[in-house]
């Protein structure tokens, strides 16, 4: 029988997991249907209720459910537990369970670009994370995890930044880190930037002091789109190099995959489809 699952979001028309979902499936020779559906904003309980008495038996959660997701969740991940944000669920016996797969998905692929140990792939980097919102804090733990020697957290608004860095201080601490939140970015110190702010989803470029992005840093977005997106922009004009968010999403969506049919799909040809439909204009 065909296996049915899903992502929930609102908007979620524009969503490209059920391509990606469908690529895997093709990959791996899977039969399953993954759709796209959309929740209301107050009504997720009552939309994965109805989409498990379809018979759906495992989902995709995005803006603005991941923290809703969270609470209705009976058995969390370590990661969604620090997180304190769900985007894959699933049923057993003790009901709903939920993992987070965002910042395994943006390590993997800044190992894939920064061609480091996929073990340790930010061993003694200096990261600097810009937002402290819900896409901060599902990368945070895992960049703590993948070995940054120092990760300083800025936000536009400081009180977030610290209550996100007061969560991770003990992960931070069994990894021999240090995470510290700043007031302002701090120019010609990172290794690395990560753009975690939705700044670049409103068009909007991050105002940073000269130097914050610097011709020896490397710079993530975790958005994308077809063009450079403003972070993007804005990095490469300071000479660093830099990435948008497709591979995190298309890595991201492999982990759920594993966690769903416990095999791991190849993300390279279908980031490779993706990138080539997102150029080309298809939704
Ligand atoms: P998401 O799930 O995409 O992270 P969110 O939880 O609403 O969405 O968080 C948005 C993040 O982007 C926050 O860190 C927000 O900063 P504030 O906490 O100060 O609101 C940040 N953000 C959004 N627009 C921004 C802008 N123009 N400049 C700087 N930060 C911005």
Known sequence: MTA????FGNPIAHSRSPRIHALFAAQTGADLRYEARLAPPDGLEAA?????????VGA???VPFKFEAWRLCARRSAAAQLAQAVNTIGWDESGLWGDNTDGVGLVRDL???LQTDPHRPLQHQRLLLLGAGGAASGVLGPLLAAGARSIALWNRSLDKAQTLAARHSA??????????VVHTPPPHWADGVVNATAASLGGETLELADGVLHPNAWAYDMMYAAADTPFVAQAKAAGAQAWDGLGMLVEQAAQSYTLWHGESPDTAPVLATLRAELAAGKS
Request: charged share 15%; hydrophobic share 55%; proline share 0%.
């Open 171 to 180: 992960l931070a601490a069994q990894h021999g880190a240090d995470l510290q």
């Open 60 to 62: 995709n959660i995005t």
């Open 48 to 56: 994965l209720a109805a989409f498990r008495a379809e018979g759906g």
């Open 111 to 113: 190992a894939r670009l």
């Open 4 to 7: 049915l699952y899903a992502v």
